[in-house]
Nanobody, 125 residues
Framework: QVQLVESGGGLVQAGGSLRLSCAASGRTFSTYAMGWFRQAPGKEREFVAAISRGGTGTDYADSVKGRFIISRDNAKNTVYLQMSSLKPEDTAVYYC??????????????????WGQGTQVTVSS
């Protein structure tokens, strides 16, 4: 079992940057592909970014390409989401998730086995 704890959220002005972190418990972190999702009030949870077990493969939602970067440090059991050029529409609760079934689509929330509690990101205009 994996426990995930996000941190790094907060209030930032449009155009600013934030880095989210997601710390995982357990010794099997490197066996999980990881993803970030977000959910704005009144909207469904949506895919943001995903990264492979070794960190060499990444995928992004079109809405964040060129602005967000996902990375991971398996020695620290941590996955990151560097967010730049933030927009008010990026405001949401951001969740990290762990996926063991690697053949399942990385962009689908149902592919993930474990979820963190979320961290709020608010971008003011």
């Amino acid at each position: 079992q994996v426990q995930l704890v996000e941190s790094g959220g907060g209030l930032v002005q449009a155009g600013g940057s934030l880095r989210l972190s997601c710390a995982a418990s357990g010794r099997t972190f490197s066996t999980y592909a990881m993803g970030w999702f977000r959910q704005a009030p009144g909207k469904e949870r949506e895919f943001v970014a995903a990264i492979s077990r070794g960190g060499t493969g990444t995928d992004y939602a079109d809405s964040v390409k060129g602005r967000f970067i996902i990375s991971r440090d398996n020695a620290k059991n941590t996955v990151y989401l560097q967010m730049s050029s933030l927009k008010p529409e990026d405001t949401a609760v951001y969740y990290c998730a762990a996926r063991s079934a690697l053949l399942q689509p990385a962009s689908q929330a149902t592919s993930y086995d474990y979820w963190g509690q979320g961290t709020q990101v608010t971008v003011s205009s």
